[in-house]
T-cell receptor, first 115, second 112 residues
Framework: DADVTQTPRNRITKTGKRIMLECSQT?????MYWYRQDPGLGLRLIYY???????NKGEISDGYSVSRQAQAKFSLSLESAIPNQTALYFC??????????????FGPGTRLTVL | GQQVMQIPQYQHVQEGEDFTTYCNSS?????IQWYKQRPGGHPVFLIQ?????EVKKQKRLTFQFGEAKKNSSLHITATQTTDVGTYFC????????????FGKGTLLTVNP
């Protein structure tokens, strides 16, 4: 959805570098998520936030950190990038109050390559 | 923790053939959602099932939720090349920390 944007769309970096992936949404949703997608492994949850003051680890949070700067912004940081963090990263949002509970609206993704 | 298994991992069909992907959860689910990801794209929500034994249809797509709310299926009748993509199920067990657990997805390719 154009309502969920991610920057950058592609990023190549070197081992040991700190990088930040950013996500913004105009859907007015409280809940935001970061997923990682690897071939054959599906979508794995890294971190999620149910409101600005709420941050929770997902199943694969090691090596990552997040910041919820505002309701509309949720950033993912790799403190010291390593090659096995090469993947496609998706941000998603959801609204717990809608009829379709927690339907995920995904951004276009960021393809990250760590050399 | 909750696990959602999805099979098959890959399915190649001739255009016009039917296709089914199956999803099984290790725990009883509150609801299950299905998503489609076109090649090079992002996952897009298709449908949500909530009730035990629920069946929903979207044109050639039929979605089922098992009686025990632990399994689900997506069936496509007479596949078309536009059906190509990866289909994911995602289940939730509800609760205060409400979040989805995605299956690994089924990649469908269609030979015209």
């Amino acid at each position: 959805d154009a309502d969920v944007t991610q920057t950058p769309r592609n990023r190549i970096t070197k081992t040991g570098k700190r990088i930040m992936l950013e996500c913004s949404q105009t859907k007015g949703h409280d809940r935001m998520y970061w997923y990682r997608q690897d071939p054959g492994l599906g979508l794995r949850l890294i971190y999620y936030s149910f409101d600005v003051k709420d941050i929770n680890k997902g199943e694969i949070s090691d090596g990552y950190s997040v910041s919820r700067q505002a309701q509309a912004k949720f950033s993912l940081s790799l403190e010291s990038a390593i090659p096995n963090q090469t993947a496609l990263y998706f941000c998603a949002t959801s609204d717990a109050g809608t009829g379709f509970r927690d339907t995920q609206y995904f951004g276009p993704g960021t393809r990250l390559t760590v050399l | 923790g909750q696990q959602v298994m999805q099979i098959p991992q890959y399915q190649h069909v001739q255009e016009g053939e039917d296709f089914t992907t199956y999803c099984n959860s290790s725990t009883t689910l509150s609801n299950i959602q299905w998503y489609k990801q076109r090649p090079g794209g992002h996952p897009v929500f298709l449908i949500q099932l909530v009730k035990s034994g629920e069946v929903k249809k979207q044109k050639r797509l039929t979605f089922q939720f098992g009686e025990a709310k632990k399994n689900s299926s997506l069936h496509i009748t007479a596949t078309q090349t536009t059906d190509v993509g990866t289909y994911f199920c995602a289940g939730s067990n509800g609760g205060s920390n409400y979040k989805l657990t995605f299956g690994k997805g089924t990649l469908l390719t269609v030979n015209p």
